[in-house]
């Protein structure tokens, strides 16, 4: 077992997978799983019939993935401007039951207002709060609330642990995410246009994120499988990280350190490699098209081929 190149525990993943599905449930909220810790649609749906909501991407070629998988709800999580794009959203919108797309830019707003009515579909808008200057939220929000082809779908706002004093206390740094965001939203619904999502994402931040009333969506990626970096900033346990690396294999642990701790690519553990952060693995593996084994009890059950095709115009 130890020569093959990455091992998924199911049983350790399924584990990490309701514990969290069940945090931020108690706090009344959703989770969306983002693709982007695997790149897998064969996990992405595994969160899904787990109780996730639905699944983050960024592109429309991995919504049209999710939706051949039976996945009926994705989130584009990413603001592409380039109109190229907005006839490959509506395509992907008529393979889906629900799709939202973020933004940051009237001009696609406008432009995929117009491409969506003209196909007879409609597309939610999700204004990405990281990129859009806060004096044009409301501009974003009007202009969404009167063009055809698209509706305001909410707003969403990531701040991850960046550096060692962001790490030390990731619940308040949530927190604080959560309180913006959701004045942002409040503000919206101000001016008297409903705004139903009010999103935030993170992993180690999600905690301190549900601790703030009006936060309906936790947007997460390392939760299911969790990593070293985690549980070196105290988020998890090391026993508790579901995937791993042969030990003669390092390449596939090339840019695999949290920003918070450079060069901490991988931490032994029962005679495998743990990596520091899981998403540039998954990057490393989709690129060197390498398979994860998945183990259930010891035993090999299947084995999934993380990808990430992007769109192309």
Known sequence: MTAVPVLLDAQQLDRNIKRFHQQVADAGGVTRAHLKAHRTTELAARQVAAGAVGVAVHSAQAARDLAAA???????????RESWRWPLYVGAAHELERFAVHVD???VITGLGRAAHADGTRIGVRIDL?????????????????????????????RGPETIEDIKDFSLLGRR???????????????GIACPVVSVGGTPTAAGALEVDGITEIVAGAYATL???????GACELAEVAISVDG?????????????????????????????????????LMRGKVELTVIDDGAVVDQWLPSGRPDRE
């Open 105 to 107: 830019d009237t001009d």
């Open 130 to 158: 990281r990129h859009t200057p806060a004096d044009d939220v409301l501009k974003l929000a009007r202009l969404a609330e009167t063009t055809a082809g698209v509706w305001l779908d909410g707003v969403s706002g990531y």
């Open 227 to 233: 990593d070293a970096g985690l549980a070196a900033a």
């Open 70 to 80: 039976g996945v009926t709800d994705v989130v584009l999580a990413w603001p592409w």
């Open 177 to 191: 995410q959560a309180e913006h965001v959701v004045a942002v939203a409040e503000s919206i619904r101000a001016e």
């Open 248 to 284: 003669d294999r390092t390449d596939l642990l090339v840019d695999c350190d949290q920003p918070w701790d450079p060069g901490a690519v991988s931490v032994p553990f029962d005679g495998r490699l743990l990596p520091g952060h899981v998403c540039p693995l998954a990057v490393n």
